[in-house]
């Protein structure tokens, strides 16, 4: 009796130490910034207090037996011999189901917790595409960063143009892959951003060779400071050709496989290119100026510069784009000497 007195305080010390010591006050998770974060931080804490206990209970019977019940000098007996033992075989399968049913009915509330509907939800379109994030907000308006009011549900209906892609903010910690498709391959997540601040979105599921670059800026605001930053956006673009240029270049992600600074991504860098001759894929030279950009722009695989693969750049940009943004566009890439 002695011996199970012993191991009972040892698990236990044990269990405290790691579940306090190493497990919670460690700071393993990031910040805590949604609601749906808190829910998913208690399951969390409690898969943490049970890995810590049958560690605990592991590791304290081994050393306890290699200890205690060493071999001693001039003993070569064998241990005591023991055939099955019908109490402890259903104490250790009726313990361990209660634990599974248990974390399963835990985590089926934490689930409902995640995906609860609140009224009054902020409904915004998330557009993933090889390597760029686009945000479609309610009145038609398009942003590279994610703006979001503090405390309220935002529902994201999320799609691909291209291959699967993967939605996460660590700091909301829920995640959702994103699938290429018709409207039947939308994916929703809902999150409701419980601490002001800036966060990254970054892509979670390996998407091509600018996967580790696929970010976006994710600021959470003020009720007040989300208007205020919705009309900036909203403004349109008044001012000079190339700074709205350089605004829609940002919105759709171009600078993912085009360099501005002269280095060699999978697409032709644009420094300097507005001007300059270039051999095409069929020998032909031709002279980068305004039509040669809005074709490229517009048919993307008519006219490949030699080197290059074609297939790889989105063929919507005659969708996405009025003639007046590519214009601005050309002006911007003209303007990278
Ligand atoms: Cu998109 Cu990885």
Known sequence: MGHFIIVGILVAGSTYFLYT???????????QASTQAAAIDKLFSLEWFFISFFLSLIIVFILYSVV???RREGDDSDGKYMEGNPILEVV???????????????????????????????????VASQWNWRFEYPDGLVTNQLGLPEDRQVLLRMRSEDVIHSFWVPEFRVKQDILPGDESFVRELRITPTELGDYKVRCAEL??????AMLADVIVMTENDYGLWLEEQAAGCDLDDVTCGERWVNVNGCTACHSLDGSDLVAPTWLGVYGAQEELADGSIITVDDEYIRMSILEPNTQIVDGYADGLMPQNFGELLDDEQIGQIIAFIASLQ
């Open 207 to 212: 998407c091509g060779s600018q996967h580790y």
């Open 21 to 31: 010591y190493v497990l919670t006050n460690a700071n393993l998770l990031p910040a």
């Open 92 to 126: 250790w399968t009726l313990i361990p189901l209660g634990i599974v049913l248990y974390l399963a009915y835990v985590g089926s509330q934490g689930l409902g917790d995640v995906e609860r509907r609140r009224l009054g939800e902020l409904e915004i379109n998330v």
């Open 68 to 70: 205690v019940f060493r």
